[in-house]
């Protein structure tokens, strides 16, 4: 908290520093692009597995229809592809460690030494199936309380990543916090600061009013697989765009970019640097835009470039945040067959 405190005090303070002088902010709604994509494919993601073993819930095909819809609910419109393929398919997946839920249930705790490493049999021959499929673990799930482990595949049977989340409902202020691996994503009482939290799915999960069980249920598990599954789904988020103004050649570019057309203010202002190359302004308004549009490596490239020209605390600030996002980006091979188990030790 203290620390999201003070980047929002640097952030006002280097706003300040640019307002003062020739620019111009602009708030606008963007689409956050995935940070993990599948190479040479649209993701998708498959439901492959669940596993219920909680009081509330002893019918794992009725359970099991209602973590489908809420992971349905977690994706909502957020794959941006023509082909998406949300379904149970059949694999078969093995938690290697027994006792490990019923130690979980008794301490309402996550030990990572003690993580579970679940395995996947999957056909080479299937397919149909997803880039990224999904197993879910459900020891408990009553009270306002849910506790789930969450396995991500590839294709090949490579595991991405096993999670373990905590979704909590207050009984009295009805207002949900989540942990993933013990870390806080969504707090009841106040901002994580988490990625998550702050993208409008997250910001939506601060309070839900009374209501039956299964719909108190789609809403936690919206936002416990919505949380695991953050970096493979695209965000939207409202940001501030702040233009340099002057010369009055950026106007034009400016005018269009305030309207939402980001592409032709783009090449208004790549006109105005390739008729002014020495004009710092044209570089970084040109920046933003390929940062609205989502190409954080083209953003961050304009940005150096701006820089080389002239450097101001908010163009240093916005270069090291567009190359931050761009290394958050990985592309991931959901075909290559999952790695080799380690040989034992003699």
Known sequence: MRNLLRLAVLSLALTGVALSGCASTHS???????????KDEATSIGLIDVVTTSGSYEDNAASGDVVYRGLQDAIGSRLQVKTFDLRRQHHKVTWNIPDFFDKLKAQLTFSPESKPSPTLEVSSADVAASPLLVSANIPVWQNGLLLMGVSLWTRGAKELSTSWVTARIDSTTHRLSIQVDNQDVIAAGGIT??????????WDARSIPPSDATQLSLFQLKHAFGAVLFPYLSHKRTDQMIFVKEPSSLEPGILLAKQGSYADAYTAFMKVAEAEPRNHGALS????????MGDMKAAAELMKKANAIESTPLSRQRQEMFEREQQQSKVIDATAPAPAPAPAPN
């Open 28 to 38: 606008f709604d963007r689409l956050e692009p995935p940070h993990v994509v599948f």
């Open 285 to 292: 308004n040109a920046s933003q835009m390929k940062w609205a």
């Open 193 to 202: 600061g988490s990625s998550y939290e702050r993208s409008e799915d997250g």
